[in-house]
């Protein structure tokens, strides 16, 4: 083999596209089974126990595509509906009526019928490559960038404009870490807030549970650390939830927040203000 040096050059214009295959056996499983599914006018209790009684699993995600939810969104509203007892199939087979009324009431059966029955035209594959691809994380950044903008709305009620937004901040012997807010800069400051809405910007839970544990360890003994958050799919990884609330208990989280919990953030703030003397 002859020894050469490569240039940048080369290797780029050898670059080709990766072709990947989507399909697992899961998914062409459930492609046959939706292509089975009779096309007709509406959808009963009916046509639901169906989908449901050939495979079970498979007829969840046949659901899940109907409704366009995504996993974790279906989940935590079969969770919202049916409260404690589970969502899987050992709860279906249980109490199959009020597993069936839940899925009704996400109007499944009225999906059904309005997919089934559609007349599509050659763009709907594109825009639905745009929905699933830029559209889906457009979602995700509309969410996260919502509570933050909730969060600096509260801030700036109480401090004015002293405080400032997506940065790093400089904590204890020069370490330092990211933060949403802090107050009244990020170069002392005595307010750090983090803003994390599980399933709203895609960040892993060991990605939320690592940022804090970043500022945590980098912020001052004297700092105040408040964390918001929302979003129902914490609902399905309530162990993970119960991490960053033993932190809280621990002292090394302030408090925790949630858009609902908007006039104890006031409030908190405010005293806070008074207290720390800004």
Do not use: H
């Amino acid at each position: 083999m002859q020894s050469k040096d490569q240039s940048l050059e080369e290797v780029v214009d050898s670059l080709s596209p990766l072709a990947v295959d989507w399909m697992d056996d899961k998914a062409a499983e459930a492609i046959a089974t939706l292509s089975e599914i009779p096309k007709k006018a509406s959808y009963s209790r009916s046509d639901i126990e169906a989908l449901l009684d050939d495979d079970f699993e498979r007829g969840l995600l046949c659901s899940r595509l109907f409704l366009a939810l995504s996993k974790d969104s279906m989940e935590a509203e079969l969770t919202r509906i049916l409260g404690k007892g589970g969502i899987g199939v050992k709860r279906y087979k249980s109490d199959r009526a009020t597993f069936i009324s839940a899925l009704e009431s996400l109007q499944l059966g009225e999906a059904m019928a309005t997919t089934v029955n559609y007349e599509p035209v050659w763009s709907d594959i594109l825009v639905e490559r745009l929905r699933s691809g830029r559209g889906s994380a457009i979602q995700g950044q509309r969410r996260g960038r919502g509570l933050e903008d909730f969060a600096e709305a509260m801030v700036k009620e109480v401090f004015g404009e002293s405080y400032e937004t997506r940065c790093t901040f400089m904590g204890a012997d020069g370490k330092t870490a990211k933060c949403d807010v802090a107050v009244p800069d990020k170069s002392r400051p005595r307010i750090v807030i983090e803003v994390k809405g599980y399933g709203a910007t895609g960040s892993k839970m060991t990605d939320i549970i690592g940022d804090l544990d970043a500022i945590i360890d980098a912020m001052r003994r004297d700092t105040y650390l408040f964390f918001i958050t929302d979003g129902m799919t914490w609902k399905n990884r309530l162990s993970d939830l119960k991490k960053i609330i033993e932190r809280q208990n621990q002292g090394k989280i302030t408090r925790i927040y949630t858009t609902k919990m908007r006039e104890e953030l006031l409030q908190d703030l405010k005293d806070l203000k008074s207290i720390i003397g800004l």
